[in-house]
Structure formats: C-alpha cells, structure tokens
C-alpha cells in the first residue's frame, strides 16, 4: 500500500499496531488509545529505514480471505492436534517435507513461514540457502505431496496474490 504521507509511511501497518496494542491491553480506555496512536506512529517512522523492501498490496481482499483463512485454520489444527494427543496412539506418523517456494520476496517468505509455524501440528524448521525451498515439520501426515499442495493452495497462492511482487 503506496502512501506519499510522511507521518504515516505505513499506514495499515500503523493501524494493525494500534488495534493490536488495544486488544493485548484489553482495553479501549482513553491513555492506552492515546499510547497505542503513538505507537503506531513511532514505529513505522523509526523502522521504515530497516525494510528491504516496500510492500504494495496488489489486492487487499485476498490479504483479508488469507487472514480469514488462517484463523480458521489455526482453530480446526487445534482441535486435530488436541484429538491426537487426547487418543494415545502410534498412528501419528511425523516427517520433514521439503517445500518448494513460489514466493521470492523474503517479507513473503517470511509470512508463509510464520504462517506455517502458526498452525498447530506443523512448523517451518529451515530456508535453504538459495531461498527456493522450506524445510517443514509436521506431527502426522500420510501424504507430504498433499500437504504441500495444501499449503500451495491455502497461503502461498493467496500471498502471491495479495502482494505486489513477491
């Protein structure tokens, strides 16, 4: 998202700050909405230095649908892992899958990643040095070519959507 304000250099980012600061304090009371504005003011300001690259969103609704997506997920592997744990079995059957990236840019890479270890059951473990494939570890899978086509399918095809040149 281009913005020409010199205030706000980021400013979904800025809001993303404030909301977050008012939901980790759980409360809308008028200092913390007055410390939280500063705050999102502040930090992009003092870290648009440190970007390597400016993010542009190509479109915003696929950011959101991901967004919408991931949370949803995040609730559904919850349950499944908690299933798991709760039915002592020798059924999970872990493994390391290489997964090939589509993604270039390391802001989106770095997403997917995140993504990726946000999800109960699985975690990014490793980015190959020529930043073309993750290494992932998963408590149980059957099918490591399903699982990747599922996180193809899920995050990254939405990532490279949303982001402008990623």
């Not at 504005?37 to 992009?44: D, M, Q, R, S, T």
């Not at 915003?60 to 002592?88: C, E, H, S």
Request: charged share 15%.
């Amino acid at each position: 998202m281009k913005s020409s304000s010199k205030l706000f250099p980021h400013p979904l980012l800025s809001l993303m700050l404030a909301a977050i600061w008012l939901l980790v304090n759980n409360t809308m009371s008028p200092g913390h909405i007055v410390l939280g504005g500063c705050l999102a003011i502040v930090i992009p300001l003092a870290t648009t230095a440190f970007g390597p690259e400016p993010v542009y969103l190509q479109r915003p609704g696929a950011l959101l649908r991901y967004g919408v997506r991931l949370v949803l997920d995040i609730f559904t592997a919850n349950l499944q892992v908690a299933i798991w744990i709760m039915k002592p079995s020798n059924r999970l059957q872990p493994a390391f899958i290489r997964y090939k990236l589509e993604l270039q840019s390391p802001l989106a890479i770095s997403v997917l990643a995140n993504t990726i270890s946000l999800t109960p059951g699985t975690v990014s473990c490793d980015l190959s040095a020529d930043q073309c494939h993750l290494l992932i570890h998963t408590l149980h899978t059957d099918d490591a070519e399903g699982l990747a086509r599922q996180i193809h399918e899920r995050y990254e095809q939405p990532l490279l959507e949303a982001l402008k040149s990623c």
